[in-house]
């Protein structure tokens, strides 16, 4: 069973527009969530991340947002660009689980221009 | 600044052949992990290396071994490939996941 969900496997948006990943878990005991960015014959690369003592976290035109009560997190890309178009994975650690890393099934975002 | 490197970076495999798939980085990290990806599946854990000399199992450790050579290479054996372990293959290294995993470009490997 899946603890790391990403029901979309697909999102596509319009350049300038905002893209809004998602990202559902089931376990409780995550306490930092991240989010990775894969180019076709890359390997990930981290984006940006949130501990579970926050419910946003911003870096530029990327902001995570965390929903602990839902078990939900979100990942808005705002504006849009061409450049962004890859496959995002969202991660979760547990502190009392040696902090490894649990990933979801990824979303591929395809920016128009 | 090479990071994380993997080689090869392709193979093609007969059923039950053998290979190991190298890895090493270059920013004294004391963790590493070998990930597999698959279609939907994301990326799934087979072992990690939490410091040098120490090896445990992840979410899919079975039909592999590692080896923590040292502190900068960290190695997954294939003893008898099969054709469910064809994937595409990750190597990363952390000093915690506070600090995010770097990942080497991968390995695609085809058992046919």
Excluded at chain 1, 24 to 34: A, H, R, V
Excluded at chain 2, 78 to 97: K, N, R
Aim: glycine share 8%.
């Amino acid at each position: 069973d899946q603890q790391v969900k990403q029901n979309s496997p697909s999102l596509s948006v319009q350049e300038g527009r905002i893209s809004i990943l998602n990202c559902d878990y089931t376990n409780s005991m995550f306490d930092y969530f991240l989010w990775y960015k894969k180019y076709p014959a890359e390997g990930p690369t981290f984006l940006i991340s949130i501990s579970s003592i926050k419910d946003k976290n911003e870096d530029g035109r990327f902001t995570v947002f965390l929903n602990k009560s839902a078990k939900h997190l979100s990942l808005h890309i705002v504006p849009s660009q061409p450049g962004d178009s890859a496959v995002y994975f969202c991660a979760a650690s547990a502190y009392n689980a040696g902090n490894m890393l649990t990933f979801g099934g990824g979303t591929r975002l395809m920016v128009k221009p | 600044n090479a990071g994380v490197t993997q080689t090869p970076k392709f193979q093609v495999l007969k059923t039950g052949q053998s290979m190991t798939l190298q890895c090493a980085q270059d920013m004294n990290h004391n963790s590493m992990y070998w990930y597999r990806q698959d279609p939907g599946m994301g990326l799934r854990l087979i072992y990690y290396s939490a410091s040098e000399g120490t090896t445990d199992k992840g979410e899919v450790p079975n039909g592999y071994n590692v080896s923590r050579l040292n502190k900068r290479e960290f190695s997954l054996r294939l003893e008898s490939a099969a054709p469910s372990q064809t994937s595409v293959y990750f190597c990363a290294s952390s000093e915690g996941p506070l600090y995010g995993y770097t990942f080497g470009s991968g390995t695609r490997l085809t058992v046919v």
